[in-house]
């Protein structure tokens, strides 16, 4: 048969686990070491990881950056070269306006020359007439030579005079070709600067876009490094206060070595932590009523009196409260696996967290109640009459 002592034995020792002080290794820093080392390992590759992103995130974002200076010099040279097609062109219609101004009054001069050649045309040929009808005339038969003589030198001013005015006609009209050429020429250039600074126009607003493209990349992929460099700042600090974690652990488990080789050494030599009686002991014992034997994982004492319950070395408290078939119960580490257990009590003095000296009263227990004491190691019973003192507790 199962004593119900047995049972509440067992979920003190689920307790203990639970509250991590035992569990199924003998050495509970040990296990907290190896998982801080094992989640420091992981945080370390994270962290690793996170470092390479960023790397390959930074040779992209420099080849971002040497796109932008590549397509700021393009564009700079574009509105360089646009700037010098419109100063062109500029000088262009200038002299489009200079050659069609020109042209205008080379066709005025065309005009007048026409205009004169064909008066002095008109003229020489009425003196022709003139000249042409006197052959056959009485008068010029017999006529002053010297009349004649001034005849012929007009008509022959007249036709000097038309001849020039000819030749006038003909260079202006020269004149008049040549600049309409010029102003051609000039047009057809202006429409191929146009052309050619629309061309450019087009290529500047393409590189436009491209470089608000590259910049838009650029800065998403600033906003990325950033995050993983916050990403990897965390992991760092984590990886750091896991690291210091870690070796307050460590420095922890020395203690606790050292606690339990202390306490270790106090065997047969731990305070009582009542004057009373032991009525129970510890292990396999004959049940009182039953025909068969229970283990007992502690031993009862039967107090007299009422009286105050003190620590049998000192410690840490890990638990206080009501568990159970043990009642208001407290729980003491010593270091080094070795665990006090304070059962039935009437009150409580301590909390948990608190260091605990040997001998301080930690509870009250009152007259002819039993008090419960259990002593574990590596969260398994041993016996506690084999660590108190070698006395009876009943003084």
Known sequence: ????????????????????????SADPYKKKIKEYQKELETKSGDLKNIEGQIKNKQSEQEKYQQQERQLRQQLQQLNSDINNLENQLVKIKLQISRAEKESRIAEKNYQQACQLQQHWQQVYRQELWEWFKQLYSYKYLFGDPTE?????????QKVNLA???????????????RLKKIRENLIRLKEDQENNRQMLAKKKDEKDELLKTTMGQRLALEEEIKQLRESAKALRDLINKLTVEKKQTEEEMRLSKLA???FARK???????????VITGFGRIPHPELDTYIVSNGIKIKVAEDQPVLAIDRGSCIFTGTFRNYGQMIVIEHGGGFYSVYGQLDSILIKEGMKVAGRQEVGKINRGNLLYLELRLNNEPINPLDWLEKEEASK
């Not at 004649?148 to 008509?155: F, G, H, K, L, Q």
């Not at 001849?163 to 070709?177: F, G, K, N, T, Y």
């Open 267 to 277: 065997k047969g030599h731990l305070f009582w932590p009542v004057n009373g009686k």
């Open 260 to 262: 339990g080789e202390e």
């Open 148 to 156: 004649e003589s001034i005849r012929r030198a007009s008509y022959q």
């Open 163 to 177: 001849s020039s005015a000819q030749r006038q006609q003909e260079i202006c009209q020269q004149s008049l070709q």
């Open 1 to 24: 048969m199962t004593d119900k002592k047995t049972i509440g034995s067992l979920y003190l020792t689920i307790i203990i686990f639970l509250l991590g002080i035992g569990g199924l």
